[in-house]
């Protein structure tokens, strides 16, 4: 949450009135240490006020109003018939009717209540009637009270047509009190909330004011529909969630402007080995591939240097579009380098831009080998000009004489600082990062506000979509009858299990016990298995196997799941799917589907709790990884997606990014725009100041360059 600093709103809780050390105590408990935190404290939810009916039509167990007249009084101390209590518990107790009928109240140890509740007093009461342990009288225990005059059942605006917020508490502070001490705050404070948000900014978009939200929000006007609060789309709330991006955006626009300052290499490339390359190609592109090669390479040949993220879903090609950008390097007479996470993956890459560029008289190198036998540095001359590698190896191992462009496979967890600092390495070379999970626009503008951003999203002709399936315990071996056809047929197939050894888990299927009874159950073919905890080498060399048909059926943990390419391979099997994630489940399935053959992704789930059914509902429904990323936003909610923690963003609590899509676009608009007129922010000293406090310590965003 956003918060505006002011030396008022920084007062001690127990400025407030109905806020003594005892209560301060508890509301530090809720992350609440002054004022200003007690006015953003966001209610969980809102409730229907409760309404006034007679006695007589009084419902069980719902909050309600009634107003009566006090009949009888008596307190009563049940210590003596209950044994073995220490506290005695004292027992005030009120007989009250209206014209329709008789209530009971009564409320625990509160026997100064006596000289306030007496016989003969009207009183209105709110709470929830429960059946009565005694008698056929309804009993309401510790009822909120007030004492009203004569004819006066209006009292202090609580039956007001009118929502209710409800806030998340600590033991020992009730919802009323709550209220009663947000309420007292706003009472005393409300003047000195002052506005960080530019008025033009405001008016634009008709945002109603921070003090108008902050009131709206913890005291609904009756304008304000329950559904309306609880969906968060009244303008008040709206107003809130719109501080909160619009700063984050400001901070990421401020990174984003900080780079493109800088001075990079322009590379400005003849295009003959592009033209060359796509000469030999098999194929031709898609639009999206031109379009975003486009958009690449107008980046690189503009003198700042470049950060951009590439996304694509699975199989969408983007190492030629990769591969494309790299040549425009060379062609300018740099060096480029693609690193990857695994060495699998850029042993793989390695050979697949071999086999692109054919016959072309580039060198690429691949840099892979555990950095235990360290060696020298390794110096890339201009002549050696494409380098595949781990990330760690290339950043750690190899020197450019003249890096043009560094590209990132698969990374997609580079956090906000990890980017800022990647360029730090070589001479400002442009950076492009690829990242195969696809995410919706407006999370990606987020996670990735401080990057130019390309997506292709359009896959190659001729692919014909991955057929999910659904199976239980019941119907499991219908797989095996897959399996077999497919096989037979010369294709090969992928089996994943969520563990590797049955001891990590003993509800869980394991890798190691199926590639065990895999031979037992479908003899007479060749199995192979990898796990996260076999030796590199091992692993590799199995997969290699697999990759050239040596091995029918790869059992396998997760370590798969990204990027490994074997076209051939066309049933992909998850056991206990319920276990896996959306994207993950996702991209599973890309592993197939890769050749021209009908590919199968066949899920086996042992039980299916809520969650996991709208999982596999979202794998049956489409092969559309966006529509995917939109479902997982769905279920898991923003803030896990992601990891946003991890990504070293500040914690985003009003915005909801699917929710309010329109509105961080509405605020990437106006911080690009406001910050281009005033890059520092002088002009709007309080928006700099909440915009640093925000960011914390993660950037300083103003620092003097
Ligand atoms: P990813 O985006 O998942 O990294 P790849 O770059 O590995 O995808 O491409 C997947 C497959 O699609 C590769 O075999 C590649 O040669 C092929 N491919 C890429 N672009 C096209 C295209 N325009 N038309 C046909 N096939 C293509
Ligand atoms: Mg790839």
Redesign the pocket.
Same mark, same amino acid.
């Given at each position: 949450m956003t918060k505006t600093i002011d030396y008022d709103l920084c007062s001690p809780l127990q400025f407030v009135k109905g806020v003594g050390p005892a209560r301060a105590a508890l509301l530090k408990r809720l992350n609440i240490h002054n004022v200003q935190d007690l006015l953003y404290y966001q209610p969980l939810r809102y409730e229907k006020k409760p309404t006034q009916c007679n006695i007589r039509d009084l419902k069980l167990d719902h909050t309600q109003i009634v107003c009566g007249k006090v009949v009888s009084v008596q307190v009563v101390n049940p210590s003596r018939q209950r044994q073995g209590r220490r506290k005695p518990l004292n027992i005030f107790e009120a007989q009250i009717t209206d014209h329709t009928g008789w209530l009971r109240a009564v409320w625990f140890n509160q026997p100064y209540l006596k000289e306030s509740i007496k016989p003969g007093t009207r009183i209105m009461l709110t709470g929830q009637p429960k059946k009565a342990f005694i008698g056929l009288i309804p009993q309401m225990t510790n009822p909120a009270f007030e004492i009203i005059q004569e004819d006066d059942t209006i009292s202090s605006g609580l039956n007001d047509e009118g929502s209710l917020p409800v806030y998340s508490l600590t033991e020992g502070l009730d919802q009323r009190r709550l209220r009663t001490i947000i309420r007292n705050a706003l009472d005393s404070y409300a003047p000195y909330i002052v506005d960080p948000i530019p008025k033009h900014i405001l008016q634009a978009h008709q945002l109603p004011s921070l003090k108008e939200s902050l009131l709206a929000i913890h005291l609904p006007p009756s304008e304000s529909s329950l559904e309306d609060l609880n969906e968060a789309i009244t303008p008040y709330q709206r107003r809130i969630a719109f501080d909160e991006v619009f700063i984050l955006q400001i901070g990421l626009c401020i990174l984003k402007g900080r780079s493109a300052s800088e001075k990079g290499i322009s590379m400005k490339g003849s295009g003959e080995l592009r033209k060359a390359l796509l000469n030999n190609l098999p194929?031709?592109? /898609?639009r999206a591939?031109e379009r975003v090669i486009k958009e690449i390479i107008s980046d690189m040949e503009s003198e700042s240097p470049m950060s951009r993220l590439l996304q694509?879903d699975?199989?969408?090609?983007? /190492?030629?579009v990769a591969l494309i950008c790299m040549l425009n390097a060379l062609e300018s007479g740099h060096q480029a380098a693609l690193m990857a996470p695994t060495e699998l993956l850029a042993e793989q890459h390695y050979q697949?831009i071999k086999k692109l560029l054919g016959n072309m008289d580039i060198k690429v190198s691949l840099y892979t080998g555990s950095k235990r036998d360290k060696k020298p540095l390794r110096i890339l001359k201009k002549e050696s000009m494409i380098a595949v590698g781990t990330h760690a190896l290339i950043q750690e191992d190899v020197a450019f004489e003249s890096l043009g462009l560094s590209i990132i496979d698969e990374q997609h967890r580079f956090g906000v600082m990890q980017r800022a600092s990647l360029r730090k390495k070589g001479n400002n070379p442009d950076v492009l990062i690829m990242s195969?999970t696809p995410i919706p626009r407006t999370l990606a503008m987020t996670l990735y506000g401080d990057l130019d951003y390309s997506v292709i999203d359009e896959l190659? !002709?001729g692919r014909t979509p991955v057929q999910t399936r659904l199976f239980t315990e019941g119907n499991k071996r219908e797989i095996y009858g897959i399996l077999q056809r497919e096989i037979s047929k010369g294709r090969q197939a992928y089996i994943v299990y969520p563990v590797i050894e049955e001891s990590e888990n003993a509800d869980l299927k394991s890798a190691i016990l199926g590639a065990q009874r895999l031979p037992e159950i479908m003899p007479g073919l060749s199995v192979g298995l990898v796990h996260g905890r076999m030796k590199q080498e091992d692993r590799e060399r199995v997969m290699r196997d697999f990759k050239e048909g040596r091995i029918h059926i790869l059992v396998a943990t997760t370590v798969i799941e990204v990027?490994v390419?074997v !076209?051939n391979a066309t049933v992909m099997v998850i056991i206990n799917a319920e276990r896996f994630g959306l994207a993950q489940l996702h991209q599973l399935r890309g592993r197939v589907g890769?050749g021209n053959y009908e590919s199968y992704c066949l899920l086996l789930c042992y039980n299916q709790p809520e969650d996991a059914r709208k999982r596999m509902y979202a794998m049956l429904k489409t092969n559309d990884g966006f529509k995917i990323a939109e479902e997982d936003l769905k279920i898991r909610g923003y803030g896990d997606l992601m990891g946003t923690r991890q990504s070293g963003m500040p914690e985003l609590k009003t915005v909801n990014l699917l929710r309010d899509g329109l509105l961080v676009d509405l605020a990437r608009r106006e911080a690009e725009s406001l910050l281009k007129e005033d890059p520092t922010l002088q002009r709007y000293p309080l928006l700099k100041k909440t915009a640093q406090q925000f960011w914390g310590s993660r950037i300083d965003l103003f620092k003097t360059a």
């Open positions: 194929f031709s592109l /898609t591939q694509g699975v199989g969408c090609g983007k /190492t030629i697949g195969a190659p !002709p990027g390419d !076209p890769r």
